[in-house]
């Protein structure tokens, strides 16, 4: 391997999701950016039908098509028209109260439900096509930092000299830890069971968000694929124990529970592909900045999948970083100073941390039985779905247009992000 350092103004450590796209946001800038995974990266490949899609708010759309990612989408996406939103029990009709977004209020989908091996083929691909972009995987890496810069050295002998580390590498990010930057967890003591269904009739490109006594239960959109003209994924938050039990079981008996929560307005029900299961927690990194390191993506936060906002908040902090360091680098900066750093994290630390306690708050007060709350979260449903100001703010929000961050946690820029300071 070659002994001459290789010479970047980023490296981004993890290619998931939110790390490849800043990488190819800054290679489409122009920015020389290197991108280190443990996993391979192959700039071609044709992965099956797994039952895996995010829903991409509108914002996030305009970063894919900045990043040079959206055209590379292998596979078609479905626009979310209209979300219905109702409160029941299994096996029971839902409340009559409800809510329903319809598109047309505010001119636009609230999202698109896009495979993730389509995301995933389209990342890899443009990765690839960007020339100031380095893929270097599968390896590890090996990072030091000094406020001078960063040296990365690769698992497999490569030696990478930056400006600026990113770490992408998910919840369990190693240079967090390595930077000594706290996290506060909340565990749920529910499990996410993801997995997609074939159905009988057309989903008409309507989600449901309905929300149980064990977990809220989504049914999403999806385009059709071969032998599946009409398709939806669920995403399906219960109790661990509950979970354990359900992902056992044999498909017809799996259709069945499925069936008692989502009703029969889409016919019966066949699923397909895997079934995938997540231990649900949130997690909220006390620091998003070290010297010549920011944090990204899962690797600084991570929140409840009821509002299937986990992906686009990461999305929106590439969209905060990336503006920043295109601006700084035009300007001839150095791309890894603290006031840079300390401007990201002021930016998008309040509004995570808000949405972090918003989809808990959700959580807490729809995943209960207790019949007092019970009739005043479907009044407040019903509400308001009379008001609509307020459903047009929830709409708003759920396509991405919107950081509610309340203004008592707004953090200045100029508040230091290191401890010593
Ligand atoms: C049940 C469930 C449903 C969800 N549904 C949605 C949804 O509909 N919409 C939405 O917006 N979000 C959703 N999310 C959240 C979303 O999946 C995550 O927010 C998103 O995957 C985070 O992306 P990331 O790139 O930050 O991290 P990850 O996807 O975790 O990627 C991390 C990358 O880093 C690499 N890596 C790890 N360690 C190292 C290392 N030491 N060195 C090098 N590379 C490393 C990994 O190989 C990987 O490529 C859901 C989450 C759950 C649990």
């Not at 950016?33 to 992965?47: I, S």
């Not at 409340?95 to 389209?122: C, N, Q, Y």
């Not at 009739?375 to 779905?385: F, Q, S, T």
Request: proline residues 8%; charged residues 20%.
């Amino acid at each position: 391997m070659s002994s001459q350092p290789i010479e970047v103004a980023v490296c981004v450590v993890g290619a998931g999701p939110v790390g490849a796209t800043l990488a190819c946001r800054l290679g489409a800038a122009g920015l020389p950016v290197a991108v280190v995974d443990r996993a391979a990266l192959p700039p071609m490949e044709h992965p099956d039908f797994d039952g895996r899609a995010y829903a991409i708010a509108s914002g996030s759309r305009a970063l894919l098509e900045q990043a040079g990612v959206w055209a590379e989408l292998p596979l078609p996406s479905c626009p979310i028209d209209d979300i219905h939103v109702s409160d029941g029990k299994p096996g029971r009709p839902a409340s009559k109260l409800f809510l329903h977004f319809d598109h047309r209020e505010i001119g636009m989908p609230f999202g698109w439900m896009t495979e993730a091996r389509s995301l995933r083929v389209a990342l890899n691909a443009t990765l690839h096509r960007h020339p100031t972009v380095q893929v270097i995987a599968p390896t590890e890496a090996q990072v030091s930092r000094t406020p001078q810069g960063a040296v990365i050295r690769t698992g497999d002998g490569r030696t990478i000299h930056a400006r600026l580390v990113v770490a992408a590498e998910g919840r369990d990010s190693p240079l967090r830890r390595q930077a000594g930057i706290p996290v506060t967890r909340l565990r749920y003591g529910q499990s996410g069971l993801v997995c997609a269904v074939a159905h009988e009739w057309p989903h008409h490109n309507q989600a449901l968000e309905h929300f149980l006594p064990g977990g809220p239960f989504a049914q999403l959109p999806m385009a059709a694929t071969e032998g599946a003209p009409h398709l939806s994924a669920i995403v399906w938050s219960e109790r661990d124990a509950l979970v354990d039990r359900l992902i056992a079981l044999p498909d017809a008996a799996f259709a069945r529970e499925v069936q008692r929560r989502l009703g029969q307005h889409l016919g019966e029900v066949r699923p397909i592909g895997r079934r995938w299961m997540y231990r649900l927690s949130a997690l909220h990194a006390h620091r998003y900045a070290d010297t010549r390191l920011a944090l990204i993506g899962d690797a600084a936060h991570g929140i409840h999948p009821i509002a299937g906002q986990g992906l686009n908040l990461g999305f929106r902090d590439v969209m905060s970083l990336s503006d920043l360091l295109i601006d700084a680098h035009a300007r001839g900066e150095d791309v890894g100073n603290d006031l840079l750093l300390r401007r990201y994290q002021a930016a998008r630390r309040p509004a995570n941390l808000a949405m972090l306690a918003a989809t808990d708050l959700l959580d807490r007060l729809f995943s209960n039985d207790n019949p007092a709350i019970r009739l005043a979260r479907d009044l407040g449903i019903a509400g308001v779905n009379r008001m609509p100001r307020l459903r047009r703010a929830f709409m708003q929000a759920a396509m991405g247009s919107l950081d509610a961050a309340p203004p008592g946690l707004a953090r200045a820029a100029d508040q230091p992000y290191l401890p010593s300071e």
